[in-house]
């Protein structure tokens, strides 16, 4: 029998590549979209590479749906193999300029709700001994960047809440990884770009700084080499693999970064990265000074 996979937040983006991936490589695909419009999406790529993905109804802030998703695959295919935590929100601008609201909503998501859906899926792994969980978190999630204070908050939080559950359910036959993509471009850069209401203040003391900042983050996404695919391969790997790792740093932007903080003086590290962003954001010849 196939092995059964649920990925979460598919309409779009990662979510949407790496179920179709998986369903071509024998796995059976239960890709989950929030909004019921995303179902014709995801069953057109499927059709497009000649695979076929079951698509379910699937708001992880809702518990009623989540419970009706674990239901749906344990009566479908007897078993939940893999769950790919790929469902999640941003939120750009400086946290000054951010409402509790915004943030709360953020964490709600990307933390409660990842949770939520991990918490259903357990027990059923535990009792089969076996199961893969891959959280796709962002190398945001190792080192912080200035205008996305918030969102690297929360996808340290995911970090800290993957690496400790992976130590809790290896011994049941579990395993946990994370997947830590570098800049990819995706819809979350266009249609599901997420800008705090302060952040579009032109009164904000950040504004200039802020606005600075996106474009400077568009031209990285511009020219960055890596693609969706490379995602859902890492994941792949984290099915398959025997032994699956506990990180898969995704993009060669990723790996250099994370090896430069790992082997730089921190203090060098700090003035080179964190220092260099600062200056390109503030220069007065390029955006002027902050009120």
Not at 94 to 99: G, I, R
Not at 110 to 139: C, D, K, W, Y
Not at 214 to 238: F, G, K, M, Y
Not at 265 to 289: C, K, M, Q, W
């Amino acid at each position: 029998m196939k092995k059964s996979v649920l990925v979460t937040g598919t309409s779009t983006g990662l979510g949407l590549e790496t179920a179709v991936h998986l369903a071509e490589k024998g796995y059976e695909v239960y890709a989950s979209v929030r909004d019921p419009n995303g179902q014709a999406a995801v069953e057109e790529a499927a059709a497009r590479r000649n695979v076929q993905v079951n698509v379910l109804k699937l708001d992880i802030r809702k518990q009623e749906d989540i419970d009706n998703a674990v239901t749906t695959i344990l009566k479908r295919s007897g078993a939940i193999y893999g769950l790919v935590n790929n469902a999640g929100i941003g939120l750009r601008g400086y946290f000054e300029d951010l409402s509790d609201a915004e943030i709360r909503e953020l964490f709600n998501v990307n933390i409660f709700a990842t949770m939520a859906v991990t918490r259903a899926v357990l027990p059923h792994m535990r009792q089969a001994g076996e199961g893969r969980i891959a959280i796709i978190t962002s190398v945001g999630g190792l080192i912080s960047s200035l205008a996305v204070s918030a969102y690297c908050a929360s996808k340290f939080a995911q970090e800290g809440f993957g690496e400790g559950l992976a130590q809790e359910v290896r011994p049941l036959g579990i395993h946990v990884s994370l997947i830590e993509p570098a800049i990819i471009e995706t819809e979350r850069w266009s249609i599901h770009r997420r800008v705090a209401q302060g952040a579009r203040n032109p009164d904000s003391v950040y504004y200039k700084w802020f606005h600075r900042a996106e474009r400077l983050a568009d031209q990285l996404v511009e020219t960055s080499q890596t693609r969706p695919i490379d995602v859902a391969r890492a994941v792949h790997r984290v099915m398959a693999a025997r032994r699956p790792r506990l990180r898969y740093l995704v993009g060669g932007r990723a790996s250099l970064i994370v090896a430069m903080r790992r082997f730089l003086p921190a203090s060098l590290f700090e003035r080179l990265y964190f220092g260099n962003a600062i200056r390109r954001v503030t220069a007065p010849d390029e955006v002027g000074s902050a009120h």
